[in-house]
Each structure stands twice: as C-alpha cells, then as structure tokens.
C-alpha cells in the first residue's frame, strides 16, 4: 500500500506544470537593476558626478538600442560624500532594500573595504573599483572585480619617471586613510626598486584641506619631486602653500585625484603636474575606444565634457554589459561571475581586459600625462 501511494503521488506530480524558477534578485523580464554609492556632494563630489556621468551615458545608450538580451538597465546611484560610513549604509540599503543584482563604481579605499563587509556575504558582486588599493586585491576575492591598474603599479611608472629625471630629494604627501597610506607604502617600495629615497612626510586628513603642518615638513628638505597621495582639494591646496613659500619642485599625483578637476581648481597654478593615468587618452580618436566614447556621449548629454574619469566609468560600463551578455537570457550572479571570468585577454578597442577564476585584476595600464597652459591635459 505504502509503496503504491508514492509511486501514485510521483505520477501526479509528473501530470504538474513545473513552477517557474524563482527569478535572481535584480533582475525581472524587462529589468536589471544595477546599484552605486559614490560622492556626488563633499569635497569630492565632482569626481563623484564624473563616474556617475560615463556610466549613465553608456547604459542609456545600451536601453536604447535593446537592452542586454532584452532587458533595460536601471542604474540606481546614490549618494555618499565620500564618507565610509554612508558608503556601507547605501550599499546595505542597496543590497536589503532595493534588491540589485550587481554593484558598480564604488570610489575609495577605506569605503570598499567596508563594504565588502556587506556585499561578500551577501554574494553580491561589485563591479569596477575606482581605486587601486592592494587590500581590495590580496587576498582574492571573487566578489570584486578591477578594472583599473593598482596604486602600485601607478606609484611604480612615477618613480621610474623620477629616476629618469635623475630627481632624487623626494617628499611625499598624503592623506590619513587607506588610500594614502596604501600609496605611501608603494612609494616606499618603489623607491627601494629604483635607488631612490624619500626624504619627508606630510599628511593630511580626510575630506579636509589643512595642509599647513605638511607644508611646514616637506618644505624643510627643500624638494626637487614630490609625489601626492590625497583629494584634488587637498593636493591643490598643499601645491598653492609650496608656491607661496617660493618652493618648486616636480609634483606627481595618480589618475585617482581626478586630473580635470585637479586643473579646474589649481588654475595657472597647475601646469606641470604631472598625474599617471590608467586608461587611454580621451581626446585621441585613432583608438577606437575613446572615438565610441566620445560619439555616445556626445549623443547622450550633448556636450563635449571629456575627461579620464568619464572615460573610466565608460569602460567599466561597456566591460559590465559585455559580460552581462555573455551570462545569457537565464541571468544569474553566478552566471555573470562566469562570463566575466572567461573573458581572456579581450580588446575593448584599444584597452585589453584580462579575466580569469583565480585573477580579477583586469588591467596593469598605466601612462603619464602632465597637465599644460589653461588647464590642458598633454601626453
């Protein structure tokens, strides 16, 4: 008896229709939600705009011409100052509240690593950070994703350029957070490798421009370089005190500062800095890249505001969408975690991108710009 009740309750289930497999948080028949904290007020918050800016453009661009696999994008940003505990707070309520199914572009070391705290558990993955910091790479987690070179290999094009120039009374200045500590530490290693020394420290805290105390120790050695690990505020008012202390001297600074807002606020006072950069030029259209980069967003804000975080954001996007296509109409987070990982040395038109399981450090690019006259930006 017992044994015919189950083999007549096994038929009845075949007779069903099978239910439909429950759908992946952040994704419905028509949508993919895709959700941001970055700074769009603060003292950063134009930086926060311009990586907001690339990837709006290139999403809107995607909806209008289909969508990925027929589902439009929404991109949900929201707004954290640049503070790490608002960072975590917008990306709980991103995750817990709004249900995304992939976080994007979240700016600063410190913030990251915070919440990571959230997202790793959570299995949500992050896609595109903009920073290059060694904690968010080692150990390996499978949950973020890099596109941008790391701080050490920025940090190691600076000095190799320093070493060339035969510059070796070296200052280096830098916020107190983990953006700036994590570059002075890649200074330190990077003078070991080119012969080189660093003769003062100044710091200054986060999210403030109180540069005296900083001044007052790098001016002390006199400097022929000095090399700067803070804001665009911060870095633009310590160049503004070296100045009118009649100290000058070679100032570097990597791609994170923002090097258009870095001219923007230093005016004449910022020509010959000289910033590293970890994606193409954005005004050269000979690489095909940087000319789809500038079409799209010319047709999707009507302006001709380019710059290297735009472009940045651009890509992270373009890269994003890319392995959302490959993961297929069955979207899942898995499935995107796969298609990303096998994209092996793949040519975004001029900026090659290189995936694996074990590896999600997408690109070691790094060129040298300096900013010239009237706030241009030269090769």
């Known amino acids: 008896?017992?044994?015919?009740?189950?083999?007549?309750?096994?038929?009845l289930a075949l007779l069903l229709p099978l239910a439909p497999a429950r759908a992946e948080t952040g994704v419905t028949p028509t949508t993919i939600l895709i959700g941001q904290s970055v700074s769009l007020s603060g003292p950063t918050g134009t930086l926060?705009?311009?990586m907001e800016a690339g990837a709006v453009a290139y999403f809107n661009h995607v909806n209008k011409h289909g969508g990925v696999n027929g589902r439009a994008i929404v991109f949900k940003t929201l707004d954290d100052a640049y503070e790490v505990d608002k960072t975590v707070a917008n990306v709980k309520t991103l995750i817990d509240k709004d249900g995304v199914f992939v976080l994007f572009g979240l700016r600063g070391t410190a913030h990251t690593n915070a919440a990571a705290k959230i997202f790793t558990p959570a299995q949500v993955p992050l896609f595109g950070t903009f920073s290059g910091a060694q904690s968010l790479r080692e150990p390996f987690n499978r949950y973020i994703f890099h596109v941008r070179a790391s701080y050490a290999d920025e940090t190691d094009a600076v000095f190799k350029q320093l070493a060339e120039?035969?510059?070796?009374?070296i200052g280096v200045f830098y916020q107190n957070d983990g953006y700036g500590k994590e570059g002075k530490a890649a200074a330190e290693e990077s003078v070991k490798k080119y012969s080189l020394s660093i003769s003062a420290l100044g710091t200054v805290e986060p999210n403030s421009s109180n540069?005296?105390?900083a001044v007052a120790a790098i001016a002390k050695i006199q400097p022929q370089a000095i090399v700067m690990y803070a804001s665009y505020k911060a870095s633009a008012e310590f160049v503004r005190g070296m100045l009118k202390a009649q100290l000058y001297a070679q100032?570097?600074?990597l791609s994170i500062v923002g090097t258009t807002a870095l001219a923007k606020e230093l005016g004449n006072d910022a020509?010959?800095?000289g910033v590293s950069q970890v994606v193409p030029f954005p005004w050269n259209i000979g690489i095909p890249i940087v000319k789809e980069y500038q079409t799209v967003m010319k047709e999707e804000t009507g302006k001709s505001d380019y710059s290297f975080l735009t472009l940045e954001s651009y890509l992270y996007a373009r890269i994003l969408v890319e392995g959302l296509k490959h993961a297929g109409r069955d979207l899942t987070r898995e499935k995107l975690i796969t298609a990303l990982e096998t994209m092996h040395d793949v040519n975004f038109g001029g900026f090659r991108v290189d995936f694996s399981h074990t590896n999600h450090a997408a690109s070691k690019f790094v060129e040298l710009t300096v900013i010239g006259k009237d706030g241009t930006i030269l090769r």
Do not use: C, F, P
């Not at 008896?1 to 038929?11: H, N, P, T, Y």
């Open 1 to 11: 008896m017992k044994s015919r009740w189950w083999r007549g309750i096994l038929a």
């Open 251 to 253: 100032y570097m600074n």
């Open 48 to 50: 926060g705009q311009e």
């Open 211 to 213: 540069v005296t105390d």
């Open 165 to 169: 120039l035969k510059l070796n009374r």
């Open 271 to 273: 020509r010959g800095i």
